[in-house]
């Protein structure tokens, strides 16, 4: 009797560890989808063809680089992800990450287009839903409990696709996912030129 206690204990505690951590990064959050403005934003980033996945390191390279070289702090990371992934080949995904830079204009930021794009997302009426970010395991469960739940909500809708946006809150410990409604599809090809 004290073996199959001791094994029990062995498999669930694990278990058990992993459903905490899970937990703590959103496992099990609800997902809730409002309407409302979002923005304007004030986008530093830099294009990126390839995995979604890939896309961290470009992000805190950014990050690092306007904070150390160029006194810049920020609070906000951000990606706009052009392509579905599930109609789209991994290599050929398009997308422009960043920061997102608040209390400056684009003229306080000319001397970075050298080596980023800088360009303003305009306001918008979205559709944003919030999500729990504690680290990497939140964009990645995130992904999964919040995309179905926004792509049924459009349909429903019968808002236009457009690239959603995803912004990293490190202060809030966020990430909203914004598909706005009323952008076209200029934007956002201005953007990623």
């Not at 990430?175 to 990623?192: C, G, K, M, R, S």
Request: net charge neutral; charged share 25%.
């Amino acid at each position: 009797m004290k073996i199959a206690a001791i094994t029990a204990a062995i498999i669930l505690f694990p278990i058990l560890i992993l459903l905490i951590v899970l937990s703590q990064h959103g496992l099990f959050a609800p997902v809730k989808i409002a309407e409302k403005d979002t923005g304007p934003y004030l986008l530093v980033y830099k294009k990126h063809t390839g995995e979604y996945k890939n896309v961290g390191p470009v992000m805190d390279a950014l990050y690092y680089d306007l904070k150390d070289k160029h006194e810049i702090e920020t609070t906000k990371g951000f990606g706009i992800y052009y392509d579905n992934p599930r109609k789209v080949d991994k290599d050929k995904l398009r997308s422009i990450v960043g920061c997102i830079v608040e209390n400056k204009t684009i003229e306080d930021l000319s001397h970075l287009t050298e080596d980023y794009g800088v360009k303003e997302y305009p306001s918008s009426k979205s559709l944003v839903a919030q999500f729990p970010y504690s680290g990497k395991i939140s964009i990645i469960i995130g992904v999964f409990k919040v995309y179905p739940k926004l792509s049924a909500f459009i349909e429903q809708k019968k808002y236009p696709q457009t690239p959603i946006m995803e912004i990293y809150d490190q202060p809030n410990k966020t990430i909203e996912y914004i598909a706005p409604v009323n952008l076209q599809q200029e934007v956002f090809d201005n953007l990623i030129e």
